[in-house]
């Protein structure tokens, strides 16, 4: 018998060594049109990046060691351009001599994977513009790089690989820009969960640009400029293309091979093509999605494996072997995170029509009593009428690999959430939990699906009835630390003694940290004549996350850097001489970290130290910008797996006095929108940076609408956020004056006074506290609360927190709330 294969790397390689295995005495020629016949293209990235270091680590056999061990005949840049079925022969181009020639065949495997997508985009012709997908990709992207010393990289898409090579890039030194045309990276997960890959990027300071797409690259003398769909633009050294792939099917369809619907090789169950003689398998053909049954396009090297053994047995032993389908099981490294999916997410079951649930769980890696504990959010989607599990979402620093797999032995063989609850596991505390995550996500669905509680999700709190009671069960601390918007806070251990001050005609939703705290309160209000009850499925954690916005690193089209904390290295007398504090502030989400560090701070001595853990991702920029006001010395900081590690030395206090030539800046909180109040506003502003002072103006509620643009791009919003963009100004020409405005006669009285004495007007002022150097922040919470978005404002506000103020007000000896 005679095997011809069409492509090597994982399917052509794989059906290439299993055939000799159980075929001793079979003439087996393996075609590969590029120079490398197996190799671990899900490693490249990591090569470009330095984690591996060797290229000779990328190939898995080469097509000596091939021939050696197999006796196969390994053609390298050979290309195969043509197939004919009825003459069972195929056509080969050499690549290097241009010679033709063909071959027959008994039986032809057709492995030509898939190509990266690269649409007819202006200027995308560019040798500063990349895709990703082979050794050669890899070795020119090396080259470029160490060669030219890009700074400054875009990627074009968020996907994994896009992903990847952001962080690799990073991990280089070069600055790095992601843009992504759909609202979120990572098209596998839902947007709840892609929310925290999201806040990951942005702290690791990665531009990301979502909802935005390129419109044309321009190349310059300088480097590339990426013209954007919204208008903006990115000046960058270099681009990576990572926008998908599509089936290379070109042989296929010009052989007469009948395609599918999704434009991949259409198979049978036994990986047989129309042509019976033919078999394909790879990223080139469509196979059935394991959960909706339909055929779907999932271009991994796990699946490509296992049907290459599948279609060696076929052809050797005849059509005993099926391949039962692909869930698309996949994971990735994000920096600090861990990602994992296996199934259907939301948005495929409902492009297919099926009904589904979905449930939120945050629980640790291992157990929470053993160091290292980090944290874990997993999503599961599974059937309302009989629980069958239909997906599942993992983002985490620890863990995640195990638990998807876990999960998706349970989807693949059809199981339901109540397996999950009784899945069996290895237990020891460094490892896991007595209720491992797994466990709690089935114990969390079996109480809906048993009707034992009624969850609300996140997206639906924008949207509850106005006269709805939120209903915050967490400790008093945590309330304080923040909330759902307008939550009042009973602790769930007091709530049986203050059930009195709760309506139990009106619709309550409650909420805690995850979502543990909120189905006990659940079960004592249900249980105490409450009726209308519901519990924040994932907790204050998911909301928090989810819905907050990504914000660009990127300020009128430089990108903004976050120094590294000048530290001190002390000697080892010095050291052993200080007492450190150890603190450990993992599980706190912000501010809980930095209130843990202020309380052990004052109990500490002046050249003493703590040692502060945290599993808060932000809390790595706060103790910075906490230790710059309060005179404390930050001696380091670092990222370990997910755990924030800093060390704080406690120096002299600052002095709350302003001694004379001290720190003289300005600070104004504008809170109002009030015409006259915010012409003074500006005045005042103007005329203390006219004098040379650093004047920051923090705009907070109303005073938003002071700064908002007269023209604005659309935005989405919920049912709030336009209900507040109905009522409140659009922009500083429909303010109003705070007493006198009689129906708006006052406001339009006072301009044409001011014009009439040459008095600026409050857009002119607006624009000289740009010219000023003026700094205008607007406060990001005021923003969730009120639906403004960022693409609302000036161009010259940048977005910032209470943290953010407090900063610039600890630097001045006037602080002005208008």
Request: net charge neutral; charged share 20%; glycine share 8%.
């Amino acid at each position: 018998m005679k095997y011809l294969i069409v492509g090597g790397v994982a399917g052509g390689a794989t059906v290439a060594a299993r055939l000799r295995r159980i075929d001793e005495n079979a003439e087996i020629i393996l075609f590969e049109r590029g120079k490398y016949v197996s190799y671990a293209n899900c490693g490249l990235p990591y090569y470009i990046g330095g984690t591996i270091a060797e290229r000779d680590k990328l190939f898995v056999q080469t097509a000596q060691g091939f021939t050696a061990r197999f006796n196969i005949d390994i053609r390298t840049e050979q290309e195969v351009t043509a197939i004919h079925p009825k003459e069972k022969t195929v056509e080969i181009t050499d690549i290097n001599t241009a010679r033709t020639y063909s071959e027959n065949y008994d039986k032809l495997i057709l492995s030509p994977g898939a190509e990266p997508l690269r649409p007819g985009i202006e200027g995308i012709n560019s040798d500063k513009i990349f895709t990703l997908r082979n050794v050669p990709d890899t070795d020119t992207i090396k080259k470029y790089v160490s060669r030219s010393n890009p700074r400054h990289a875009v990627v074009v898409g968020g996907g994994f690989i896009g992903l990847e090579m952001a962080e690799n890039l990073h991990q280089l030194g070069i600055q790095v820009a992601v843009v992504e045309m759909a609202n979120q990276v990572m098209a596998p997960l839902d947007y709840s969960m892609a929310a925290i890959v999201h806040q990951q990027l942005t702290d690791k300071q990665v531009d990301l640009r979502l909802e935005d797409g390129v419109s044309r690259f321009e190349e310059t003398p300088e480097g590339i400029i990426v013209h954007l769909r919204s208008g903006k633009q990115i000046t960058t050294d270099l681009v990576i293309l990572s926008i998908g792939v599509r089936p290379e099917t070109r042989l296929a369809k010009e052989a007469g091979l009948s395609l599918g619907t999704l434009g991949g090789i259409a198979i049978n169950d036994y990986m047989q093509t129309s042509d019976p003689d033919i078999y394909a398998l790879g990223d080139a053909v469509e196979v059935r999605h394991l959960v909706t049954g339909k055929p779907a396009l999932i271009p991994l090297a796990g699946p490509a494996n296992k049907q290459g053994r599948i279609v060696a047995n076929n052809i050797v032993y005849g059509n005993r072997e099926t391949y039962p389908g692909t869930m698309g099981t996949s994971i990735a490294k994000v920096f600090d995170l861990t990602v994992a999916a296996a199934g259907a997410n939301a948005k495929l079951l409902k492009r297919e029509g099926i009904t589904y649930q979905s449930s939120y769980t945050h629980s640790a890696s291992h157990a929470g009593y053993y160091p290292g504990a980090v944290p874990m959010s997993v999503k599961i989607l599974f059937s309302p009428e009989n629980g069958q599990l239909l997906g599942a979402q993992i983002v985490g620093f620890d863990g995640v690999d195990k638990r998807i797999e876990m999960f998706a032995q349970v989807i693949q063989r059809k199981g339901t959430v109540y397996d999950l609850a009784t899945l069996e596991h290895a237990y020891a505390p460094p490892y896991s939990s007595a209720k491992d995550p797994v466990n709690m996500a089935g114990y969390v669905a079996e109480n809906i699906l048993t009707q034992k509680v009624e969850i609300v999700h996140w997206r639906d709190i924008a949207g509850l009835q106005k006269d709805t009671l939120l209903l915050d069960v967490r400790t008093a601390d945590e309330y304080s630390l923040g909330t759902l918007p307008n939550a009042i806070n009973i602790p769930v251990d007091e709530l049986r003694t203050r059930l009195s001050e709760l309506p139990k005609d009106k619709s309550i939703v409650v909420s805690c940290a995850v979502g543990l705290r909120g189905y006990l309160a659940y079960r004592i209000l249900t249980q105490h004549g409450f009726k209308n009850v519901k519990n924040l499925s994932g907790g204050y954690k998911t909301w928090s996350v989810a819905s907050a916005k990504p914000i660009s690193v990127m300020e009128n089209g430089t990108q903004k850097t976050i120094e590294t904390p000048k530290v001190s290295r002390p000697t080892p007398s010095q050291v052993s001489e200080k007492q450190t504090v150890r603190i450990d502030a993992c599980g706190l989400q912000c501010p809980g970290p930095v209130l843990q560090l202020k309380k052990h701070y004052a109990e500490i001595n002046t050249g003493d130290r703590l040692l502060i853990t945290a599993t808060d991702q932000g809390f790595g920029k706060d103790v910075a910008a906490w230790c710059n006001m309060t005179g404390a010395q930050l001696v380091g900081v670092e990222n370990k797996s997910g755990v924030i590690h800093a060390t704080i030395e406690k120096g002299e206090p600052k002095s709350s006095c302003k001694v004379l030539g001290g720190a003289d800046n300005k600070t104004l909180i504008v809170f109002s929108d009030d015409l006259d109040k915010a012409l003074a506003s500006f005045v005042i502003a103007n005329g203390a940076a006219s004098t040379g002072k650093k004047v920051t103006m923090f705009f907070t509620f109303w005073g938003l609408n002071v700064i908002k643009k007269r023209q604005k791009p659309s935005v989405s919003k919920d049912l709030f956020g336009k209900m507040f963009g109905w009522m409140l100004p659009s922009h500083s020409s429909k303010l109003k004056l705070s007493k006198m405005n009689m129906g708006g006669a006052g406001s339009w009285m006072m301009r044409l006074i001011m014009k009439k004495k040459h008095i600026d007007s409050l857009e002119s002022l607006i624009a000289q506290a740009a010219e000023n150097g003026i700094e205008m922040i607007a406060c990001t919470m005021s923003m969730d609360v009120m639906g403004v978005k960022k693409e609302e404002l000036m161009d010259n506000v940048t977005l910032g927190g209470v943290a953010t103020y407090l900063e610039r007000a600890e630097e001045a000896n006037i602080n002005l709330f208008i």
